[in-house]
């Protein structure tokens, strides 16, 4: 079993920045695809990026230019920095794991899930 535990989220004005962290414990592997992924209230949860060793990071178009994905593959750790925050960008986040080095099909499926954090931004 793999744990994810996400942070760093809080309330923020428009345009400012956060950066949330996912830490994992337990069964984990450096050829894991690591994403992050949000849901908004009454929303479904979308895709937001994702990393993995093999390749750049990955991003869906609201994340492209403003948000930032990286790994410290030492601390087993993946951050989500977001800047120019708009109130749109207001969901929890949430960091997916998959036992894959493929990290397109992240998008599509996920074998773990931290528990969220919340992001709100205020306008």
């Known amino acids: 079993q793999v744990q994810l535990v996400e942070s760093g989220g809080g309330l923020v004005q428009a345009g400012g920045s956060l950066r949330l962290s996912c830490a994992a414990s337990g069964r984990t592997s450096t050829s894991y695809a690591m994403g992050w992924f949000r849901q908004a209230p009454g929303k479904e949860r979308e895709f937001v990026g994702a990393i993995n060793w093999v390749g750049g990071p990955i991003y869906a178009d609201p994340a492209k230019g403003r948000f930032t994905i990286s790994r410290d593959y030492a601390k087993n750790t993946v951050f989500l920095q977001m800047s120019d925050l708009k109130p749109e960008d207001t969901a929890v986040y949430y960091c997916?794991?998959?036992?894959?080095?493929?990290?397109?099909?992240?998008?599509?499926?996920?074998?773990?899930w931290g528990q969220g954090t919340q992001v709100t931004v205020s306008s």
């Open positions: 997916a794991a998959k036992r894959t080095p493929n990290v397109l099909t992240i998008m599509d499926t996920q074998d773990y």
